[in-house]
């Protein structure tokens, strides 16, 4: 017994539902794509390719279940391709801002934090590092990530404490 | 509520301020909680919006699109079987485009054995399935026909259609002006407004928005094709224009009357020789600058 969604009443095969479409999902799932694979080009490569299957399967897609179809199809074109690429990633290390205490001893401290925090990163697994990036960066709920991965709240907080576990244990030892 | 839950409450913002105090007092969590707060101050790469968004439309609407995207994956995989598996009956349905660059002519065999003499900066495309069907073609720019004795015989030009049986004859089809030449055979020109039937040594010039003239021609073949242009009469806007199709330069023109008649011809071969062809007779000058820039002027 499901409800009809009112979205659903738009029909994706239409060029302005389906650019909604991307300018709503189009940078979250890029950077969900990026978590995976770590580079830009690939990432731009995943995120054309879903976009495009989309409209390929405009018809058979209820614009409110497009979005987990997108991630669904990122998700499964990266495993077939790069699962087994080393990854090697690098993320932009945003400067905790309004801090007074910027002696050049704590910003180098803070930068060479910054590469720690990006190797360590790198030895997470990438289900782990996806799902933690998804809530750390991107400010995703549990909720909202289950619904991406297709997997249980309970799958994601294992997945985001296994992160913050491997994190851990990889960033001991920096004096902090 | 053990601590693991508390603390995945916490990074989904759900705590209270106290709750993430007394939180923060287990020394374990405070370690995993600086972190996670660490963590969200990283920023993923900038997203290429723009960019994507083009290549996801190149990729839907393939259409004309003469180069294919780096493609990768699953895309990539179907489109080389699509390719592989479809070619050839692309091929059979494609046009065929001829092209000329600036002073470049060439020659072009059509498949019932008419021939066509494409002139420089041109451009021709016909499909060569269909012409056992209907003999047309399109035309833009300059080119002269052989045609071989069949079915009706068509050059599609922006101002006008030109229909023979089996004849020799040229058509001029650039920006406003149609011109077309009949040396041998009957050639039928239909414009807008009227139909105008050419025999062997017949011509007509068009030019839109003015008026049609009717005019004979004595050789049997267009001086073009002896890599010469010839003008009686002709404006010297018309004669410059000419020169660039033939000549890659830039004409600047200093204080000169456009409307000047010239009647003469200029070679195709020499740059030189053919800017003193036109320069001398209307008492002009000419300077070559470098990056192909001629400038003419008027002797004092």
Redesign the interface.
């Known amino acids: 017994m499901t409800e009809k969604d009112p979205q659903d009443k738009k029909d994706i095969c239409q060029e302005q539902h389906y650019n909604a479409l991307y300018k709503a999902h189009g940078q979250a799932l890029w950077n969900f794509a990026y978590y995976k694979c770590g580079n830009a080009d690939d990432a731009n490569d995943l995120v054309q390719e879903a976009f495009v299957k989309l409209w390929n399967n405009c018809r058979k897609v209820s614009f409110s279940k497009a979005r987990s179809f997108l991630y669904t199809v990122t998700n499964n074109s990266f495993l077939n391709a790069v699962a087994h690429k080393k990854v090697v990633l690098n993320y932009r290390s945003n400067q905790t801002s309004g801090i007074d205490k910027q002696s050049p001893e704590y910003l180098l401290e803070e930068k060479e934090y910054g590469k720690k925090l990006n190797a360590a990163l790198n030895t997470l697994t990438e289900a782990q590092r996806t799902a933690f990036l998804m809530n750390r960066i991107d400010g995703k709920k549990y909720k909202e990530i289950a619904e991406e991965l297709d997997i249980s709240i309970k799958a994601v907080e294992k997945r985001i404490s296994q992160a913050l576990m491997g994190l851990k244990k990889n960033l001991e030892g920096f004096n902090k | 509520m053990d601590k ?1 839950s508390l ?2 409450k916490w ?3 759900e705590l209270t301020e106290q709750q993430e105090a007394l939180l923060k007092a287990d020394p374990e969590m405070d ?2 909680m ?3 707060t ?8 900038e ?3 723009a ?3 083009k ?2 439309q190149q ?2 609407r393939p259409a004309k699109v003469r180069r294919l995207q780096p ?5 990539r995989i179907a489109a080389v079987f699509a390719i592989v598996a479809l070619s050839y009956v692309f091929w059979q349905g494609m046009d065929t485009d001829v092209n000329t660059a600036i002073a470049e002519k060439t020659q072009v065999f059509l498949p019932d054995t008419s021939e066509v003499a494409l002139n420089a900066d041109s451009f021709l495309t016909y499909n060569e399935q269909d012409w056992r069907n209907a003999r047309t073609l399109r035309l833009e720019g300059e080119a002269y026909f052989k045609v071989a004795k069949g079915s009706a015989f068509v050059v599609e030009t922006d101002l006008g259609d030109v229909t023979v049986l089996g004849t020799q004859f040229n058509v001029f089809a650039r920006g406003q002006q149609l011109k077309v030449s009949c040396f041998e055979g009957v050639v039928s020109v239909s414009l807008d407004q009227q139909v105008v039937t050419l025999k062997a040594g017949e011509a007509l010039e068009f030019t839109k928005g003015s008026s049609l003239k009717n005019l004979t021609t004595s050789l049997s073949a267009p001086r073009w094709l002896q890599h010469e242009s010839s003008f009686e009469n002709a404006p010297l806007s018309e004669v410059l224009d000419e020169l660039e199709h033939y000549y890659s330069v830039q004409l600047e023109v200093k204080d000169i009357d456009l409307k000047k008649r010239f009647t003469g011809s200029f070679t195709h071969q020499d740059l030189d020789i053919a800017l003193q062809s036109i320069c001398t007779p209307l008492q002009m000058t000419y300077s070559v600058l470098d990056k192909n820039k001629v400038v003419l002027n008027e002797v004092e």
């Open positions: 693991q603390l995945h990074m989904n913002d370690a995993l600086q972190i996670a660490e963590s969200s101050n990283l920023e993923a790469p997203f290429p919006e960019a994507v968004w290549n996801i990729l839907n493609l990768k994956y699953v895309i």
